[in-house]
């Protein structure tokens, strides 16, 4: 089951993004438009999108190692694509270490930083939270 997160979620949310050494300090702390995966009572999963309109930035997408490749990742991205065209955005954008080939397949493609926009290259994300080497990623989201 995929929840909407509550700001009750906060402690939840940092310790599951802690676990897998990703930022915490520009933590929204309502939680707006985070999602997390939970399996028989335990929260394996998240994501959030971070809102820059008309542009989004995905963020913080996890899930935990005992519940990979089942699908659950690409809920997750699924429910934040559903979400961003109900906000009327029209890319999202993402910054990452480690998932790249698997953003590849789901029609991310890796930009330069300069072709970021400045509204989303000034979130905290883009300025040091994420390291330099960090890919990032676009993709248009189209209304359907």
Do not use: H
Not at 27 to 55: C, K, S, T
Not at 104 to 110: L, M, V
Not at 123 to 133: D, I, K, R, T
């Amino acid at each position: 089951m995929i929840r909407k997160a509550a700001p009750a979620d906060v402690s939840l949310v940092v310790e599951l993004l802690r676990s897998e050494d990703l930022p915490t300090e520009d933590l929204r702390p309502d939680l707006e438009n985070f999602w997390i995966a939970v399996d028989a009572g335990q929260a394996v999963g998240l994501i959030g999108l971070d809102l820059y309109p008309p542009f989004g930035l995905l963020r913080s997408m996890l899930v935990i190692k005992t519940q990979r490749n089942k699908g659950l990742a690409s809920r997750l991205v699924e429910m934040l694509e559903t979400r961003a065209r109900e906000l009327e955005l029209t890319t999202l954008f993402l910054i990452t270490n480690t998932a790249e080939n698997y953003f590849r397949k789901k029609g991310f493609t890796p930009i330069p930083r300069s072709a970021v926009p400045d509204a989303v290259a000034m979130s905290g994300e883009m300025n040091g939270l994420c390291p330099a080497s960090s890919v990032i990623m676009r993709k248009p989201i189209t209304q359907q």
